[in-house]
């Protein structure tokens, strides 16, 4: 099958206008046109409820399922709260070298919309870049730097590396 030249991005609970401006950002930050997923979630999967959280791999699984003829790659956009086990939450969650990232908005919120916006772009670009076969980086601005906290995603910018950029695939 022909490789796919669009990303397709999916929102479960988020907001439209936060979609939009990460279909931008991930234009701006890879090159490749961005599509519009509208499948839905059964609203139980992966949910904890010991933990009130939901279970990141079993979503990103069963997103798996989802295809799309010209799709190169897919991120989930998700307001609920992930985790893995071992930790107490995950911001998201990707396949090394897959096709499928889910990045999740609950740990994300400001209440500077701008800053809020900018994180969730920075996550999603981060998975994304997993999605694209980058490991993390020890570059304190890449974007693929591991991120544990809020200050640490605030530390790191949107953007790839030099070295990371070399990596990735151009549109
Ligand atoms: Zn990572
Ligand atoms: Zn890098």
Redesign the pocket.
């Known amino acids: 099958m022909q490789e796919g030249r669009f990303i397709y991005l999916a929102g479960f609970g988020v907001e439209k206008r936060l979609i939009l401006a990460t279909a931008k950002n991930i234009r701006e930050v890879f090159g490749f046109e961005v599509r519009f997923s509208y499948i839905t979630l059964s609203p139980r999967l992966g949910y904890n409820p010991y933990r009130r959280q939901y279970h990141a791999s079993t979503i990103l699984e069963s997103l798996s399922r989802v295809h799309y003829p010209d799709m190169l790659k897919f991120a989930a956009l998700l307001s609920f709260d992930l985790y893995e086990e071992g930790l107490n939450f995950v911001f998201g969650l990707a396949q090394l070298g897959g096709r499928y990232a889910v990045v999740s908005t609950y740990r994300l919120k400001s209440e500077d919309e701008r800053l809020f916006f900018e994180r969730v772009f920075k996550e999603v670009n981060h998975e994304l ?1 997993h999605t694209l076969g ?1 490991m993390h ?3 304190k ?5 591991f991120s544990n906290s809020l200050q640490d995603v605030d530390a790191k910018s949107r953007f ?6 070399k990596i990735l695939p151009k549109p």
């Open positions: 870049g980058l980086c020890k570059n601005k890449c974007v693929v730097r790839f590396c030099e070295n990371c950029s």
